[in-house]
């Protein structure tokens, strides 16, 4: 684990990587940036004596989030009962596509963000369906190849428990997910739809889409979403077009969403919605839309 020592450069230099680790354990940028704020707040309430023990304050930090990521996880159901409508996880957009100005910026959540098929929002919602205990051994050891033994540090749990943990987690990982579509074919896929979508094009739309797909909203009771999922291409095809009727003047944007080929809608500069996609033999299978304000500031900042 290394020699003692507390050097404000190596804590500081964790944040990043306790970001990456916080966002996928929770879904959430700002639970996320809250969370590892409060570990670091403990690591410099603790008397210079103790810190001086600390052989890794790395281990040390990432075991304090851990936990209270957990503690988050564990509240999170009964705050999402209350939820209006279907809850997401919150979409990450790609820094380079931040608009001009925006540049990356250290003390910036969004811009420590490592965007890889682990913030996937499919990865994500399946990450959803998981106890608070399963998604940390997981995300910690399949993700981040922490050993099981310091897993059991952040559950309180033996090591064997946590690798049933993982492997329960593994199991639902494995049961929900599709093989993800070469970059290049989701990309043109999604350029169909937005063709399709800002052309009404319901018969087009219908084409794209699987039979069975459906489309879930976030609008948080603030914007304005279907509070049940659309299911069904045909449904789903007339509910976009819908939209794009009742909605002129709104513009829509290919934009990378958590690493993969999304679709951005703006008005007048400021971004209202965000949607990403799951593709399945060539159809698209899966549409989030994400309509909550308090989801989208990363990605009407223009620096």
């Known amino acids: 684990m290394g020699t003692a020592g ?20 929770l879904g959430s940028l700002a639970e996320a940036e809250d969370a590892v704020q409060e570990a670091y707040a403990r690591w410099y309430a603790l008397p210079p004596s103790r810190r001086q023990e600390v052989v890794s304050p790395g281990a040390w930090l990432t075991t304090v989030t851990g936990r209270i990521c957990l503690d988050v996880l564990g509240s999170a159901r ?83 428990a946590c690798k049933q943990l993982a492997a329960s987690a593994r199991r639902r990982v494995r049961a929900a997910r599709a093989p993800a579509p070469a970059p290049a074919a989701q990309a043109g896929l999604v350029r169909q739809v937005k063709e399709a979508w800002e052309a009404k094009d319901i018969a087009a739309l219908v084409d794209l889409l699987d039979p ?28 976009m077009a819908g939209i794009a009727e009742k909605a002129p003047g709104l513009e829509l944007l290919e934009r990378s ?4 080929p999304g679709l951005v809608a703006e ?37």
Do not use: C
Not at 113 to 142: I, K, N, W
């Open 6 to 25: 507390t050097s404000t450069d190596a804590t500081v230099g964790e944040r990043r990587q306790l970001i990456n680790v916080a966002y996928r354990l």
């Open 78 to 160: 009964a705050r999402r009962e209350r939820y209006v409508g279907a809850w997401l996880p919150e979409p990450l957009p790609d820094r380079a596509e931040r608009g001009p100005g925006s540049g990356a910026d250290p003390a910036d959540p969004a811009d420590q963000m490592v965007l890889d098929e682990s913030v996937g929002m499919a990865f994500l919602v399946v990450l959803e369906s998981m106890t608070p205990a399963e998604r940390v051994a997981f995300v910690l050891h399949d993700v981040f190849r922490y050993p099981f033994a310091e897993i059991a540090g952040v559950l309180r749990r033996t090591p064997a």
């Open 212 to 239: 069975a797909a459906v489309m879930t909203a976030d609008g948080g009771g603030l914007a304005g979403a279907a509070l049940r999922p659309v299911e069904g291409g045909e449904r789903i095809a007339q509910y």
């Open 257 to 260: 969403v958590n690493g993969a």
């Open 267 to 303: 008005r007048a500069g400021a971004v209202l919605t965000v949607a990403a996609f799951d593709l399945a033999e060539g159809r698209v299978a899966r549409i989030w839309v994400v309509r909550n304000p308090e989801k989208l500031r990363w990605w009407s900042r223009q620096g």
